[in-house]
């Protein structure tokens, strides 16, 4: 049975998404046997011109815009369908989404699904009903502060990412505002905290191990040359229902083991 050995090598962007061209650099000079890439998308021509020249790459997470990378992503459109449907149902109209970083690919198309079901269900979608920042605690924080302070009307908020969530519900309470019975709260990644957290968030969770494993795969199938065409892998998303936005939870859902086959 034939062994595949592979060379790896990490390079950490340390938040700083104008550091990828560099960090890519540095991985090809210390001649890796491919790229598994989960960075803010602004080295993607980089790495079509390294793929289009024999090196494999696979993105993870953060989806291309080019069909030509193969890639291994999640379904941000129907995660955010879920929640909002989820909400709607609940009797909620006026929803507003406090996004992550405005140059995450993640970020934008989830972005794009929440105009989109809004439009399709006729919900109150202004321009800026949008809010950009980024992926933090204190971005959540600020963000929502700032809509309190404006007046802006909303009985839910949507959130990038679950510290963004966090962030949000802290603003809510020190203006004295209950979670979920004045203003519900989405997630989306599932925390370990999110069971745990008081209350307990409602959020998308998605299945990283997976994505991880799968990503893998991909990329040894490219060093076999075993697919000659860009392989394209979609995951689902799954919401868990929690305390944020349905008073009447009473399940510890538990989050995720990120370890766990």
């Known amino acids: 049975q034939r062994q595949m050995c592979i060379r790896d090598s990490i390079s950490d962007l340390h938040e700083r998404p104008e550091n990828e061209p560099r960090s890519i650099s540095t991985l090809v000079d210390r001649r890796v046997d491919g790229i598994i890439y989960a960075g803010y998308g602004q080295a993607e021509q980089q790495l079509l011109e390294l793929h289009a020249g024999g090196l494999p790459v696979v993105v993870v997470d953060k989806p291309p815009v080019s069909p030509k990378l193969p890639s291994v992503l999640i379904d941000n ?3 955010i369908f879920k929640a909002l449907v989820h909400l709607k149902k609940l009797g909620h109209r006026d929803i507003l989404f406090v996004n992550g970083l405005a140059i995450n690919r993640n970020a934008q198309l989830r972005a794009e699904a929440y105009r989109q079901f809004m439009r399709e269900n006729r919900l109150p979608c202004p321009e800026d009903s949008v809010v950009y920042g980024d992926f933090t605690l204190e971005h959540g924080y600020q963000a929502t502060l700032r809509l309190l302070e404006e007046g802006r009307r909303f009985s839910a908020l949507i959130c990038g990412d679950d510290l963004v969530a966090f962030g949000a519900m802290a603003a809510l309470k020190s203006h004295g505002l209950r979670v979920p019975e004045d203003v519900a709260v989405v997630g989306f990644d599932d925390d370990p905290i999110a069971a745990i957290f008081d209350p307990s968030l409602t959020t998308i969770r998605y299945p990283m191990y ?3 494993r799968l990503s ?10 075993r697919r000659r065409q860009p392989e394209h892998v979609l995951l689902d998303t799954e919401l868990v229902v929690r305390r944020s936005t349905d008073p009447t939870c009473k399940d510890y859902n538990t989050p995720r083991n990120r370890g766990r086959k």
């Not at 893998?216 to 040359?225: G, L, P, S």
């Open 77 to 79: 459109r129907s995660g």
């Open 210 to 212: 997976e994505m991880g």
């Open 216 to 225: 893998f795969q991909v990329f040894q199938r490219q060093i076999a040359k």
